[in-house]
């Protein structure tokens, strides 16, 4: 005769312990996100509230920087404002030089030719020079006609100069190749086309310009524009082969959802859970101000969540007002919240390894949800 099954043997009791044991790492991540986020007052009891308290005990700009990385958030204005602020005074060139004073950036050039690591960021901080992906700047290139021309927001004192400095240069390099050295000069003004660079230099210049080119001064007079534009764009070129293939700097691949979806597409999957999420947590926290609260508040967010999304459609305070197009219907099978958080994290396929890391991560990025949820 078999002998019974101890408890702890059966299926439902294996099962139970890996539930236990999936809420057990669920509440650490929660504990470990939380500690990163402000704690949530009731809205009549405070004057401010320090969203980096967490990272209060670092210099303020470290403080943003982690604040950034582990909130997602943030931490300063776009850099468009920061120039819209010194176009119009209200950032002086003043302080743009005490800022830069301050870095103690090298003079020395990036590469031969070029200016230095201080007055690249200079053009950088005013002019907005920016990373591209391969698609926009071919974009660029073809729409905008960037390899030829001049954007429309370069000032006509830089035009000037930049042509003015093409010709000099053009002079010494034509003075210095010499009679037979034509084609070397016409490469370093027009880059080779990929699958092309056989290419004659000069008859590549002559389709840019619409006539033949036999003499580089006289291509220079038919179109300083272009051929000081695409000299510069040439001479980037070549000053970047050495990096072709390299990564960029800092660049880090995606490791979650949210990141993947706005790695593809640039807009944010938490901003429409914010839409909901937050007018409920403020009817949870609300602490008798409100007109109509949230009811059953005693029994935890989650569970009086569950009772105004089913307690229909007809009449609702504004703070309910997304649950009917973006909540489930239907009672869920289990009202315990880290249950079906640890059901859902499962589901979408989180490493048992990395589930409490990626639970954190979450967490932060909803600040809202570890203190609910904690309540």
């Given at each position: 005769m078999?002998?019974?099954l ?8 294996a099962?139970e312990?890996t ?8 509440q650490q ?6 500690k990163?986020?402000?704690?949530q007052?009731?809205?009549?009891v405070?004057?401010?509230?320090n969203?980096l308290?967490?990272?209060?005990h670092l210099p303020f700009?470290?403080g ?5 990385e582990k909130?997602k958030?943030r931490?300063?204005?776009p ?8 176009k ?11 800022v ?9 050039p990036i590469?031969p030719?070029?200016p230095?690591?201080a ?6 901080m005013?002019y ?5 992906t ?11 006609d960037a ?5 429309e927001d370069?000032?006509?004192v830089?035009?000037a100069a930049?042509?003015?400095d093409?010709r000099?240069?053009l002079e010494?390099?034509?003075a ?5 050295g034509?084609?070397?000069v016409?490469?370093?003004?027009v880059s080779?086309t990929?699958?092309?660079r056989s290419l004659?230099p ?6 840019l310009?619409?006539?033949?080119v036999?003499d580089?001064r006289?291509a220079?007079?038919?179109d300083p524009?272009l ?6 764009w040439?001479s980037?070129i070549?000053?970047c082969e050495?990096?072709?293939?390299s990564?960029?700097?800092?660049a880090q691949a ?9 790695a593809?597409?640039?807009d ?8 909901v999420l937050i007018p409920?947590?403020?009817s949870f926290?609300d602490?008798?101000l409100s007109h109509?609260p949230?009811p059953?508040?005693?029994r935890?967010?989650?569970?009086a969540?569950i009772?105004?999304?089913m ?6 305070p504004?703070?309910?007002?997304a649950l009917g197009?973006?909540s489930p ?7 315990r919240?880290r249950t079906?958080?640890?059901?859902w994290?499962r589901?979408s396929?989180?490493?048992r390894r990395?589930s409490?890391?990626s639970?954190?991560?979450?967490c932060c990025?909803?600040?809202g949800?570890p203190?609910c949820?904690?309540?």
């Amino acid at each position: 005769m078999n002998a019974p099954l101890r408890q702890s043997e059966t299926p439902s009791a294996a099962g139970e312990g890996t539930t236990v044991r999936s809420r057990e790492r669920l509440q650490q991540a929660i504990e470990r996100g939380a500690k990163f986020l402000p704690v949530q007052w009731a809205l009549e009891v405070f004057v401010h509230l320090n969203l980096l308290t967490a990272f209060q005990h670092l210099p303020f700009d470290e403080g943003v920087r982690q604040a950034e990385e582990k909130l997602k958030v943030r931490g300063y204005w776009p850099e468009d404002r920061y120039r819209e602020a010194l176009k119009v005074g209200r950032i002086t060139d003043e302080d743009v030089e005490a800022v830069l004073a301050d870095e103690q950036l090298s003079t020395e050039p990036i590469a031969p030719g070029f200016p230095s690591q201080a007055q690249a960021t200079r053009l950088v901080m005013r002019y907005g020079v920016g990373v591209e992906t391969l698609a926009s700047l071919r974009w660029v290139l073809v729409e905008r006609d960037a390899a030829n021309r001049f954007g429309e927001d370069v000032p006509e004192v830089a035009r000037a100069a930049v042509i003015g400095d093409t010709r000099t240069w053009l002079e010494g390099q034509i003075a210095a190749a010499g009679p037979g050295g034509t084609l070397d000069v016409a490469r370093k003004i027009v880059s080779p086309t990929p699958g092309m660079r056989s290419l004659d230099p000069l008859a590549k210049l002559g389709a840019l310009l619409g006539q033949r080119v036999d003499d580089l001064r006289a291509a220079f007079d038919a179109d300083p524009e272009l051929v000081s534009v695409r000299a510069l764009w040439t001479s980037c070129i070549q000053a970047c082969e050495h990096l072709d293939g390299s990564p960029a700097p800092g660049a880090q691949a995606p490791r979650f959802h949210r990141e993947w979806l706005q790695a593809v597409g640039g807009d944010d999957p938490a901003a429409p859970v914010h839409e909901v999420l937050i007018p409920l947590c403020g009817s949870f926290l609300d602490r008798g101000l409100s007109h109509w609260p949230m009811p059953d508040r005693n029994r935890g967010f989650f569970r009086a969540w569950i009772e105004v999304n089913m307690a229909g459609h007809g009449i609702r305070p504004s703070w309910a007002a997304a649950l009917g197009r973006r909540s489930p219907t239907g009672r869920p099978a289990t009202s315990r919240p880290r249950t079906r958080c640890s059901s859902w994290s499962r589901s979408s396929g989180s490493a048992r390894r990395s589930s409490t890391r990626s639970s954190s991560t979450r967490c932060c990025c909803c600040p809202g949800g570890p203190g609910c949820s904690r309540a």
